[in-house]
């Protein structure tokens, strides 16, 4: 099964960053911006750190599609947020893609 | 919200590597392993290479909690078929955590 689009971000964050602060405000942007779909988030509490490269979070948003994807990424309230975000990421992976749903 | 424990991957295939092939054989190998509770997965048709950083697939599992992986990780079909996997890896990040689901 195939529809829908997902953004998935993984974050190093720099030394001396306010995580959970941040993490907070991503909630709140994330949550009231209408065009996503689904939004899970973690940090990586696994295996060896040679698996997560450095990496600790992980954002998961998911869309209905590539257009509601377009909009929440020039969303004003998302645009302003990434004036915060951005400077304290140290190292960002991001993969856009539509899913292959195999189980859901 | 939280519960649940995810499994992320991400890869970046070598060069002359059957990638149809394998990632149906993943795909037959998770959807026969009954512990994982869903499974999606896709290949990034983002923006810019610097934010992929030259990753190209992820592979996003979820479960009803951290036993569930544990068998899942140690399932013999999941042990078989990484044999035939990681040689066929060129660079892999894998985040392993408990989700907080913010939206679902």
Redesign the interface.
């Known amino acids: 099964m195939m529809g829908g689009f ?1 953004h ?1 971000v ?1 974050v190093k964050f720099k030394d001396g960053v306010a995580v959970e602060e941040l993490t907070e405000g991503l ?1 709140k942007m ?2 009231g911006i209408e065009h ?12 060896p750190d040679f ?3 450095g ?1 600790t979070h ?1 954002f ?1 948003m998911t869309f209905n599609g590539k257009e509601e994807f377009d909009a929440f990424q020039s969303h004003p309230n998302h645009v302003e947020f990434s004036k915060l975000f951005s400077p304290a990421v140290e190292n ?13």
């Open positions: 997902n998935y993984v909630v994330v949550s996503v779909k689904s939004f899970q988030w973690g940090k990586d509490i696994g295996g698996l997560r490269q990496f992980a998961l960002i992976l991001v993969l856009d893609f539509p899913p292959t749903i195999v189980k859901a």
